[in-house]
């Protein structure tokens, strides 16, 4: 998990720590106040996300991911159980598409005949590989790229995303759950039964998997083993 090395007084962090919603978060705003990176108007970028969505977001959605996407490249999150709650569920313009419908159409056949080989390789072991996510409006993408950085969401654990322009915006890519019975795997124990594996697929389906992404399982690197990719 990655940590923040935005200064907070006392009086802030204990705030924090005891705050909640979207009054927890208007205090996390008032500590970025004065970095140059996060004052000012709002982003070109952030200006595609509401274009992009026009009439699905409120106006506290969309001045949430205006200020997610002033964010400077390099921001970590604060030590994340400090954090807020989200403002928002992930649903609606935040919600999840499963879909392969919505996967582009060069990589929709290689995300489909990888997740039967995935299969064939958990299923013996009493695991079961199903959809996660596929593509990823911007919007949502967005407001992932938050959770560990400004505030917390249910499930999560820490940072989410390492980016605000990945693969899944354009349906190339595809993430996978990985269950025994109702339990969903930590990334540790994907990693040990899918990495004698994950050579092979890349070469053999032209995907690339997150858990090779650089620095993966190391400090200050970045693991994503639920993720594959369009090479």
Known sequence: ????????????????AGAGGLGALLLLVLAFRGRKQIAGAVSAGAGRVVSAVSGALTAAQAALL????????????????LLPPAPFPEAGPFGTDRSFDSLSGAFRPKA???LGELQVIFSPLGIRVAVA??????????????IGRLYQAPGRVGVVTKTLDSNHK???????????GKTALGAEEIDKILRPHAARLEKKYGVKWGGNFPGCFKKGGFCDVPHWENA
């Open 1 to 16: 998990m990655e940590s923040c090395d935005v200064p907070l007084t006392r009086g802030q962090k204990y705030a924090l």
């Open 112 to 114: 489909e005949a990888l």
């Open 170 to 180: 354009d349906g190339d890519a595809v993430d996978y759950f990985y269950l025994r």
């Open 66 to 81: 205006a200020r997610i996407e002033a964010l400077p490249v390099s921001a970590a999150g604060i030590q994340y159980s």
């Open 133 to 146: 996510e596929t593509r990823r409006g911007r919007a949502r993408q967005v407001f992932l790229y938050g």
